[in-house]
Structures are given as C-alpha cells and as structure tokens.
C-alpha cells in the first residue's frame, strides 16, 4: 500500500525555521506535482506550496519569501524549509502528489509560540 509520511514537525518559537519532509513509502510511477497544505485548527486546510516535476513552484502570498518547496524526483520525496515562522503558521502540515490518483499523508504538527 502506497503512503506519504510526513515528518519534521514541532514546536518552535516565532522566528525559528523548521524542515519538513515528506516520502513515499511503496512505489508511485509517474509522479506530477507534490505539494504542501496545512490546516489550523477550526480552519479549512489550505494551500501551502506546490513544486511540479520541472522543479516550477508556487506559493501561497502568506508564506513567500520564507518558505521554500524543494523535491528529489528520485527519492519521490518533497521538503518544506520553513523559516522566519510566525504563530499564523501553527497547523497540521499534509504532503500531498499526484500521480495516475492523488495521494495524502496523515500530517504532522507545526506549533509556533509567541
């Protein structure tokens, strides 16, 4: 059975980084974009970042300029480096792909003190 796990996740104060990773475990062929959301608690999850098989990325205004989407195509897995982290950030962060289906991971908590 095909998974994305997600790690990297913790508590930070505000201003620190964190680095989040996120790999496969089993194979998927043909993997298009991977891609970053989170969800706060009582919020609707979000788009964080989105990186695509050339290596183009995208990202949501809140966080540009202090995130950073990266992938290795050969690993299959996808990094999140997060710096300058504000409380805002606090959330379960989900790793997302798409290949011939869309594939999640379970999440892994980010907590930002003020």
């Known amino acids: 059975q095909v998974q994305l796990v997600e790690s990297g996740g913790g508590l930070v104060q505000a201003g620190g980084s964190l680095r989040l990773s996120c790999a496969t475990s089993?194979?998927?062929?043909?993997?298009?974009?991977m891609a970053w959301y989170r969800q706060a608690p009582g919020k609707q999850r979000e788009f964080v970042a989105l990186?695509?098989?050339?290596?183009?990325?995208n990202y949501v205004d809140s966080v540009k300029g202090r995130f950073t989407i990266s992938r290795d195509n050969a690993k299959n897995a996808v990094y999140l480096q997060m710096n300058s982290l504000k409380p805002e950030d606090t959330a379960v962060y989900y790793c997302?792909?798409?290949?011939?289906?869309?594939?999640w991971g379970q999440g892994t908590q980010v907590t930002v003190s003020s």
């Open positions: 997302t792909a798409w290949a011939r289906t869309q594939y």
């Open positions: 990186i695509n098989s050339g290596g183009t990325t």
């Open positions: 089993g194979s998927i062929f043909g993997i298009n974009a």
